[in-house]
């Protein structure tokens, strides 16, 4: 028996990650609202190695609809080296958390 929802997984900042736990939903950043937003399949992405860890501290956990992953492979950016890491344009983001999300949960990270 399958699972009725997918799981993927984003790092950021307090400020963003407080911000999605709040609204259950992907914003942009303040003043890269142009910018796409990068999501990716739970493990995938190693956080020590996105940039300067403050930027980085907390991890938001997005539980999807099945079929989610159908829909992002439209945006996944490198599938031949970089698999299951998808950037949602930033027009696309809205579709995203109206039709998608079901729910979104934050976590600290400890000190790396």
């Not at 400020?15 to 914003?27: I, Y």
């Not at 938001?60 to 079929?67: D, P, Q, T, Y």
């Not at 159908?70 to 490198?78: S, V």
Request: hydrophobic share 25%; glycine share 6%.
């Amino acid at each position: 028996m399958s699972a009725s929802y997918e799981t993927y997984e984003r790092y950021g900042c307090e400020e963003e990650a407080k911000d999605c736990d709040q609204k259950q939903k992907l914003s942009p950043k303040p003043d890269h609202e142009t910018q796409p937003k990068w999501i990716a399949e739970i493990g995938l992405v190693d956080p020590r190695r996105l940039g300067k860890p403050k930027r980085y501290r907390y991890r938001i956990a997005i539980v999807a609809k099945k079929g989610t992953r159908e829909w992002l492979k439209q945006f996944e950016a490198k599938p031949e080296n970089e698999p299951g890491r998808y950037a949602i344009p930033a027009n696309e983001l809205p579709k995203f958390n109206n039709e998608y999300v079901i729910s979104i949960s934050i976590a600290k990270r400890g000190t790396d």
